[in-house]
């Protein structure tokens, strides 16, 4: 096993530092995706957060940002090659111009992905809200960390596994994760505690196992993702004094090949007020692709996301073939069988 120093953790960029040992480089070669973060509202206030989500946050995308993304996607639509728009929050539907957007994406023959936490689905205003996802054919990527109700309230708060179990199961009624219908409903599993996840396909099976012979719920994909060492993970890293022990497994199981696979290289993060990053971990630790940076002393996520360039400002040339922001917290995305919003990228 590889020793890693870690004593300038904070401080040194031992991504950038792996991937020039390895004669390698990372350079967003096509934009594919567009990962757009429409507030930072959500009903939930989960622990392994990295946008640090909750109700209290204010944080949201105004109509306006949303109609100059649209003509941004309009004025550059031969040339794009855009084939996807990533919808995040927060709670994505909780938004007041959610639905008006989903609109205007499918109505320009966009893939859209909702990143539904599920238990938004149950709350009185959104009663409807399934129905309207079925309609304009959305895809739904569904936290379920665990198929376990234990490992999920833990993560998550009392009472989601069940609430969650109860969307799905409405979810599948509409025709969402059942053979034929093209409603793609996919589950994400993040790792309760400070493990890297397990193999994807053997916890698919686990999964798609457990919730069909208890709730008779199908789903069709199962994504693994690990939990990034920034915000709420971090904070619980740090108070369990595991931050450094963490940092070395996701470092230590570091795979060059997984380099290749990784999102930022097709993808560009957008927030809530339309600034661009090279990814949504990117966004959450104010490293934007042009503005102010974590290290300016001066500078918020408010300040950062105000002042930085926005995605108008920019032609798609100027997001292709440029050098992508790295730190520390790029390990999580290529250690082991690697991760990324879709799942793992290889076989660890």
């Given at each position: 096993?590889?020793?890693?120093?870690?004593?300038?953790?904070?401080?040194?960029?031992?991504?950038?530092?792996?991937?020039?040992?390895?004669?390698?480089?990372?350079?967003?070669?096509?934009?594919?995706?567009?990962?757009?973060?429409?507030?930072?509202m959500?009903?939930l206030?989960?622990?392994?957060?990295?946008?640090e989500?909750?109700p209290?946050?204010?944080?949201?995308?105004?109509?306006?940002?949303?109609a100059?993304?649209?003509?941004?996607?309009?004025?550059?639509?031969?040339?794009?090659?855009?084939?996807?728009?990533?919808?995040?929050?927060?709670?994505?539907?909780?938004?007041?111009?959610?639905?008006?957007?989903?609109?205007?994406?499918?109505?320009?023959?966009?893939?859209?992905?909702?990143?539904?936490?599920?238990?938004?689905?149950?709350?009185?205003?959104?009663?409807?809200?399934?129905?309207?996802?079925?309609?304009?054919?959305?895809?739904?990527?569904?936290?379920?960390?665990?198929?376990?109700?234990?490992?999920?309230?833990?993560?998550r708060?009392?009472?989601?596994?069940?609430?969650s179990?109860?969307?799905?199961?409405?979810?599948?009624?509409?025709?969402?994760?059942?053979?034929?219908?093209?409603?793609?409903?996919?589950?994400?599993?993040?790792?309760?505690?400070?493990?890297?996840?397990?193999?994807?396909?053997?916890?698919?099976?686990?999964?798609?196992?457990?919730?069909?012979?208890?709730?008779?719920?199908?789903?069709?994909?199962?994504?693994?993702?690990?939990?990034?060492?920034?915000?709420?993970?971090?904070?619980?890293?740090?108070?369990?004094?595991?931050?450094?022990?963490?940092?070395?497994?996701?470092?230590?199981?570091?795979?060059?090949?997984?380099?290749?696979?990784?999102?930022?290289?097709?993808?560009?993060?957008?927030?809530?007020?339309?600034?661009?990053?090279?990814?949504?971990?990117?966004?959450?630790l104010?490293?934007?692709?042009?503005g102010?940076?974590?290290?300016?002393?001066?500078?918020?996520?408010?300040?950062?996301?105000?002042?930085?360039?926005?995605?108008?400002?920019?032609?798609?040339?100027?997001?292709?073939?440029?050098?992508?922001?790295?730190?520390?917290?790029?390990?999580?995305?290529?250690?082991?069988?690697?991760?990324?919003?879709?799942?793992?990228?290889?076989?660890?």
């Open positions: 096993m590889t020793t890693v120093n870690l004593p300038q953790l904070d401080a040194d960029d031992h991504f950038a530092a792996r991937l020039r040992d390895d004669g390698q480089s990372l350079r967003r070669s096509q934009l594919t995706t567009l990962q757009i973060n429409v507030g930072k959500c009903n206030a989960c622990h392994h957060c990295h946008v989500a909750g209290n946050r204010t944080e949201i995308m105004t109509w306006q940002t949303m100059r993304i649209l003509d941004w996607i309009d004025a550059h639509a031969e040339s794009l090659g855009l084939q996807t728009i990533d919808l995040t929050g927060g709670a994505p539907e909780m938004n007041p111009h959610f639905r008006e957007l989903v609109h205007e994406l499918t109505a320009r023959g966009l893939h859209v992905i909702d990143r539904c936490n599920l238990t938004i689905l149950l709350q009185p205003d959104y009663h409807d809200m399934i129905d309207f996802l079925a309609a304009h054919r959305v895809e739904i990527i569904a936290s379920l960390p665990c198929y376990l109700e234990d490992n999920v309230d833990q993560q708060g009392r009472g989601v596994y069940h609430e179990i109860d969307i799905l199961q409405q979810l599948n009624a509409v025709g969402y994760g059942k053979p034929g219908t093209g409603l793609a409903l996919n589950l994400v599993y993040n790792p309760v505690g400070y493990g890297l996840p397990g193999d994807q396909a053997s916890l698919e099976r686990d999964y798609k196992k457990y919730l069909a012979d208890h709730f008779d719920i199908t789903f069709d994909h199962l994504f693994t993702i690990t939990n990034m060492p920034i915000k709420r993970f971090e904070h619980a890293l740090r108070r369990d004094g595991q931050y450094d022990a963490y940092m070395e497994k996701i470092m230590t199981a570091h795979r060059g090949e997984n380099v290749d696979g990784v999102m930022c290289r097709s993808l560009v993060s957008i927030g809530w007020q339309g600034s661009v990053y090279d990814c949504d971990f990117n966004q959450m104010l490293m934007p692709l042009d102010p940076g974590k290290n300016d002393a001066m500078a918020d996520e408010h300040a950062i996301e105000n002042t930085s360039r926005k995605l108008w400002d920019y032609t798609p040339a100027q997001l292709l073939n440029r050098a992508i922001a790295t730190d520390n917290h790029c390990f999580g995305c290529t250690a082991g069988a690697g991760s990324s919003c879709g799942g793992a990228l290889g076989s660890a």
